[in-house]
């Protein structure tokens, strides 16, 4: 009775202290659908946060390199001042000569080197942060990465004030903060696991995925406010809120069931571990003898797992298109001519989260469908080839009128920003507890990092080519992202087939092959 006795007890110090002080103020443990109502809410937050900081760059990129001579670009707002050179020099950037070294002939291609450093380092880190993810105390992993992430961001935007001009500087503060940045999306997603069985998977992860583009609409929005008060403020506010976040995330992040001390069986319709069909797997391990006695997925091992490679590769060029997007589509705005004006910095900022809001119904809407069909492939697939022709529509008539600008901005966000919503989420789940592991649920996010991180490699490319090929032409440049599209729809190809077949034996009555083989004979 003794060691029986103290078992409460141990558990209520695991429990995070938000949990602890919840439960007191109720005078009761919390139920299970409140811990994963806390467990949305929170990483929804977090990762929100996570895409606040990362969007920054983008909205601040126009400040930093206001034209580019390679392509004659002539801004309205260029104005000459008749003050002296000294104060011409301290407000500059708000003049639009931009911030050196970015304001040169080579700024475009530098602000690539950035991006394509800071998402190189994301993806190497990824790998790494998927493997300890699956032996690591999640909640305490996730808190460093998110405070790291808030201090080396906020750092890139101290050059302002300490009037650094150094690219090195710039360079290095940005491949840390990649770095701090990958330990966020195996974490969210393998605490979501914990909670949250396979039952409208995709809907769920779907609609849990507008974190994403609401972290983008939200750090475009805050970032092109505080432009104005010099760009600095763009990276320290960003920064520090997701520093506070992080440490939310620390007192209220329930990790698992098991870390405080939740029962399962209070919740028969949403628990994991509900007895009987496929509908019932859990997304990650769960009972505490289970735990001691699987060991975490190989690396080596998860790529095995059927379906993850295509997945990984059809995800590279998918988010090569949409952190292009992502990084450069505020730059394109406010150098593209829109009924014959240019759009200040701040105003394409605010322009381009129109794409993030049409990627949050693009992410609902692939999650939904691959619901209903029960086919990941064919929608991922469907919707990368629909992306093509939007992203042609977008480039050659997106500068009629604004109207015309913002709707098919909308339709390239919804097509383009599904699959990559749906890759990410709800197929990296499917995976990471696929039939194969025979039972082990200790791979999702190892499965979820390699899928992402491979991606993220993608993510680092297209950055990077599209600083160098925008200085001659954005026509090209979007001619690259068709041809990505492209070919990530094509990588599905043989899963695709594999799910229509599928679809059409699961059509055929039952008794169909019987009748097969018998006219068979017949005809012989």
């Given at each position: 009775m003794g060691p029986l006795g103290e078992l409460p007890v141990l558990r209520n110090h695991s429990k995070p202290l938000g949990i602890r002080f919840l439960e007191y103020i109720k005078k009761g443990k919390l139920s299970y659908k409140t811990h994963q109502a806390i467990v949305l809410i929170v990483t929804f937050l977090a990762y929100t946060s996570y895409h606040a900081t990362r969007k920054t760059t983008s909205i601040v990129k126009s400040a930093l390199d206001p034209q580019s001579p390679d392509i004659g670009l002539k801004f309205p707002w260029r104005i000459t001042y008749l003050s002296s050179p000294a104060e011409n020099k301290r407000v500059s950037w708000v003049l639009g000569d931009g911030w050196a070294p970015f304001n040169g002939s080579d700024g475009s291609a530098l602000l690539g080197e950035l991006d394509v450093a800071f998402l190189a380092v994301y993806a190497f880190g990824m790998y790494f942060s998927g493997h300890l993810g699956d032996r690591m105390n999640l909640r305490i992993?996730?808190?460093?990465?998110?405070?790291?992430?808030?201090?080396?961001?906020?750092?890139?935007?101290?050059?302002?004030?300490?009037?650094?001009?150094?690219?090195?500087?710039?360079?290095?503060?940005?491949?840390?903060?990649?770095?701090?940045?990958?330990?966020?999306?195996p974490s969210v997603v393998a605490v979501v696991g914990n909670w949250f069985g396979k039952k409208k998977r995709g809907l769920i992860m779907g609609i849990w995925n507008a974190h994403t583009s609401v972290g983008n609409i939200s750090g475009s929005l805050i970032a092109s406010a505080l432009l104005s008060y010099g760009w600095g403020w763009s990276f320290v506010v960003p920064g520090l809120l997701i520093a506070f976040i992080g440490l939310s995330v620390f007192l209220l992040?329930?990790?698992?069931?098991?870390?405080?001390?939740?029962?399962?069986?209070?919740?028969?319709?949403?628990?994991?571990?509900?007895?009987?069909?496929?509908?019932?797997?859990?997304?990650?391990?769960?009972?505490?003898?289970?735990?001691?006695?699987?060991?975490?997925?190989?690396?080596?091992?998860?790529?095995?797992?059927?379906?993850?490679?295509?997945?990984?590769?059809?995800?590279?060029?998918?988010?090569?298109?949409?952190?292009?997007?992502?990084?450069?589509?505020?730059?394109?705005?406010?150098?593209?001519?829109?009924?014959?004006?240019?759009?200040?910095?701040?105003?394409?900022?605010?322009?381009?989260?129109?794409?993030?809001?049409?990627?949050?119904?693009?992410?609902?809407?692939?999650?939904?469908?691959?619901?209903?069909?029960?086919?990941r492939a064919i929608t991922a697939a469907t919707f990368m080839y629909c992306a093509i022709p939007a992203l042609y529509f977008y480039r050659t008539y997106g500068h009629i009128s604004m109207t015309m600008n913002i709707a098919l901005m909308f339709i390239c966000g919804m097509f383009v920003n599904g699959p990559y919503a749906l890759i990410t989420t709800a197929v990296s789940a499917d995976l990471g507890t696929h039939s194969s592991l025979k039972g082990n649920s200790k791979a999702l996010a190892t499965v979820t990092a390699i899928i992402d991180g491979t991606g993220s490699v993608g993510a680092?490319?297209?950055?990077?080519?599209?600083?160098?090929?925008?200085?001659?032409?954005?026509?090209?440049?979007?001619?690259?992202?068709?041809?990505?599209?492209?070919?990530?729809?094509?990588?599905?190809?043989?899963?695709?087939?594999?799910?229509?077949?599928?679809?059409?034996?699961?059509?055929?009555?039952?008794?169909?092959?019987?009748?097969?083989s018998q006219d068979e004979e017949v005809g012989v």
């Open positions: 992993f996730l808190t460093v990465g998110m405070v790291g992430t808030g201090l080396f961001t906020s750092l890139f935007g101290v050059g302002y004030w300490a009037n650094i001009h150094s690219f090195y500087y710039y360079l290095i503060v940005q491949m840390i903060a990649g770095l701090f940045q990958s330990t966020g999306w992040l329930p990790v698992s069931p098991e870390s405080v001390g939740a029962d399962r069986e209070e919740d028969l319709v949403d628990s994991p571990r509900k007895n009987g069909g496929e509908v019932t797997e859990p997304l990650l391990g769960s009972d505490s003898d289970t735990e001691i006695k699987e060991k975490a997925v190989g690396f080596i091992e998860a790529w095995k797992i059927p379906g993850v490679a295509p997945f990984a590769f059809c995800l590279f060029f998918a988010k090569l298109v949409a952190y292009t997007f992502l990084y450069w589509l505020p730059f394109y705005i406010s150098h593209t001519a829109i009924e014959g004006k240019y759009l200040s910095s701040e105003a394409a900022g605010n322009l381009s989260t129109f794409f993030d809001v049409g990627g949050v119904l693009g992410g609902i809407l692939a999650g939904h469908i691959s619901d209903r069909v029960d086919a680092a490319i297209g950055p990077l080519l599209t600083g160098y090929i925008s200085a001659k032409s954005w026509s090209a440049v979007f001619t690259m992202l068709m041809g990505a599209a492209l070919v990530a729809g094509l990588l599905l190809t043989r899963l695709v087939v594999d799910e229509v077949v599928a679809r059409v034996l699961e059509s055929r009555p039952q008794g169909g092959s019987q009748s097969t």
